[in-house]
């Protein structure tokens, strides 16, 4: 199949599982809210917060190698499923050593054993998971997708309405979710094959986790630039106004939900593609990317009131202020994502986490300049201008792998418009409707020539000249 098609035949099929379980975030807000208080809300979301710092430090990151390895034909699969459930096993019994000592982190103290459930399921959810992709079962990756959507659902609202455990249920929920789902994968896929302590090659297993560590301190610092901010206005200003920004970020949802979508299916595309195709690949394929997540962010940004009020409950209507300056964050850290791949295929993972890392510590420090002057739009800008730094420290530093083109006019016109129509939304200037309609259109406008430019191409089976063959 054309590398295209390929591409665009797995992002369906992934958007058809994925979206119905990330649409979860948008059709379960009402509840959440309904059923939770600001208060409550924001240390929940703490909570699992938490789970997904220890996350990386329990799994090793293996996860990440689980996809690399198992998309590449040279290794046998079940030494890289092995590998991933043996390192995932010992970094739970680690964890479960380590318990006296992290009882003394915040919100994990109280929530101990809830916790590390919750990171145990998870973790071995994306085990399984992330390898039925590698082994190419894009269609049951898609199906799980549904069946976690709808069991997702179903214990919500056990839990939270029928039983009313709050907080409890809440983090229940999603840990039943991910066990019937492991379960599901593990005995559909035949996955017990592919476990085997005996004839384990060892050399794979060490170079997964070469490549996987340095993955660790890449995740936390990811989940730093996530979540420094929340940390810091409860620290500064309290668990309400650290539940109203929890509410804020789930907008943003919207353009990670096609992010990973696409990102899911574009991993597999740039390993399999060969090295000689991979400049022209990459700039068309960025080109659409970052052209598809503006234009998306725009009009979220022309909406985030209309959203809001659909979304949320009338105490946390006040959370669009802080929808706007996050779109933007979110904008590059999905374009900075994207060159993560490259690293990837490059096998260059202690670059992706020293980049990475950079924009943490900048993200950590703006925090604690803006947060007590500009208040939660300190913690929004703040995070932008982290994920700003970190997309260009990788544009400059992964032309050495990939040369590709990055259309830095487009990119130029599309990020000031966004900053446009942010601090128009944020100021609520006069006549701010009006603005927000001309600059939405400009940037559709502007976009539009690359999306069906690239779509076209996309859908086009090219036929190559027999000197030069696509595949």
Known sequence: MNKYRNLISNTFIFAIGTFSSKVLVFLLMPLYTKVLSEAQYGTVDLMVQVGNFLLPLVSCGIVNGIIRF????????????????????????????????????PYLNENTMMIYVFVLMSSM???????????????????????????????NVLYLVVLKWGINGYMLAMISADTLSTLFLFYVAGLRRYLHIRGLNLSTSQEMLRYSIPMIPNSIFWWVNNMASRYMIAYFMGEEYNGLFAVAYKIPTI????????????????????????????????????????????????????????????????????????????????????????YMVEK???????????????????NFLFIPIFGVNGAAFATFLSYFVVFVLRVIDTRRFIPMHFHPMRLTFN????????????????????????????MVVANMSALLATVAQLLLKRRPHPQHHEE
């Open 255 to 342: 353009i990670v939900l096609m992010s990973n979508i696409f990102m899911d299916a574009w991993q597999m595309s740039a390993v399999s593609d060969s090295p000689d195709k991979r400049a022209s690949f990459f700039t068309r394929v960025f080109l659409f990317y970052q052209s598809l997540i503006c234009t998306a962010a725009s009009g979220l940004i022309l909406f985030s009131k209309v959203i809001t009020m659909i979304l949320v409950s009338d105490s946390f209507y006040e959370s669009w202020k802080y929808i706007p300056l996050l779109l933007l964050s979110t904008i590059f850290s999905c374009m900075s994502t994207f060159l993560g791949s490259v």
């Open 415 to 442: 990020t000031l418009v966004l900053l446009a129509q942010a601090f128009i939304m944020i100021f609520e200037v006069k006549g701010w409707i009006f603005f927000e309609l001309i600059l939405t259109v400009l």
């Open 70 to 105: 198992g998309l590449d034909k040279y290794y046998k699969k079940r030494d890289v499923f092995t590998t991933g459930f043996l390192t995932i096993l010992f970094g739970f019994i680690i964890l479960l050593i380590l318990e006296p000592i992290l009882v003394h982190v």
């Open 348 to 366: 260059k993972s202690m670059l992706n986490f020293i980049t990475t890392g950079i924009g943490a510590v900048i993200n950590v420090v703006l």
């Open 125 to 155: 959810r994306s085990l399984c998971s992330q390898f039925v992709r590698a082994k190419g079962y894009v269609k049951l990756y898609a199906i799980d997708g549904l069946l976690s959507t709808a069991t997702t659902i179903f214990f």
